[in-house]
């Protein structure tokens, strides 16, 4: 289990060690109780479209290739107006000093559909350092795990990491946590409903002096407009605009 206050992995069980768990920040009461409320009506006015594992999204990000690493803007329109402030917010904090996020993703979690993520590691050939995810209308637990163990902790096997994310608390993963052990949220800590939006940054390739610097410099000024609409939504009207214009053509 993570202590945030001391930043160590402390074992349930008493003969096994404790040990540093660097890369993870909790932010807990981010947002208000009046805050979550208008984040998740303002939500439900989108549409949500079907993910993976029993989970629904709404995206707000360019449209990306990972095996091909190619990147288009697509119907990317922009961060959501609701995020502006968010963002602002999340910019005072030291670690998050110039937070500069060009994709958001709302992803909506029941234990119904048996909502879950399996362990991953996000892409770090177009994202950042840092991970930013708000966790809303419950708490749950993220697990980290690293396959390989830890030796020097006297670790040989996997090794599993619980982080309790309370309601309306944010979580910023970075450095080992984000690069090296892997992430999930399981079926059995998903007993509400749960609703979270994850900010993303750009790699160091998309910013001044990277090799794509250029295509991060338009996607920067898209997400700060703060005019999005859900990339799904948004090709939806580019499609009943192309209909409308041949049916009156």
Not at 7 to 16: G, M, N, W, Y
Not at 99 to 108: A, G, H, R, T, Y
Not at 165 to 174: C, G, M
Not at 224 to 248: K, N, W
Request: aromatic share 8%; net charge negative; hydrophobic share 35%.
């Amino acid at each position: 289990m993570y202590e945030p206050e001391t930043r160590l992995a402390v074992s349930r069980d008493a003969t096994a060690a404790s040990f540093s768990f660097p890369g993870v920040f909790l932010w807990e009461n981010f947002i208000s109780e009046e805050e979550e409320r208008k984040l998740i009506s303002v939500m439900e006015q989108d549409v949500w479209s079907e993910s993976q594992s029993g989970r629904r999204k709404q995206d707000f990000g360019p449209k990306v290739n990972f095996k091909k690493r190619r990147v288009r803007i697509g119907s990317f329109s922009g961060l959501p107006a609701q995020s502006q402030e968010l963002v602002l917010r999340m910019q005072q904090d030291p670690t998050l000093a110039g937070f500069q996020p060009v994709e958001q993703c709302n992803l909506d979690y029941h234990p119904e559909r048996g909502s879950a993520i399996d362990p991953h590691l996000d892409d770090s050939w177009l994202w950042g350092e840092r991970l930013v995810t708000i966790n809303m209308l419950s708490s749950t637990t993220l697990t980290m795990s690293l396959e390989q163990g830890l030796p020097e902790a006297g670790l040989a096997e996997e090794v599993q990491v619980a982080v309790r994310l309370p309601r309306r608390s944010l979580v910023v993963l970075h450095s080992e946590a984000r690069h090296k052990w892997k992430h999930a949220i399981f079926r059995e800590d998903v007993d509400e409903r749960r609703v979270c939006s994850t900010y993303r940054e750009l790699s160091a390739e998309f910013l001044p002096g990277g090799h794509q610097a250029a295509l991060g410099d338009q996607l920067l000024n898209i997400a700060s407009s703060f005019h999005g609409i859900p990339v799904s939504a948004s090709m939806m009207l580019q499609r009943r605009s192309v209909t409308d214009s041949l049916d009156t053509s």
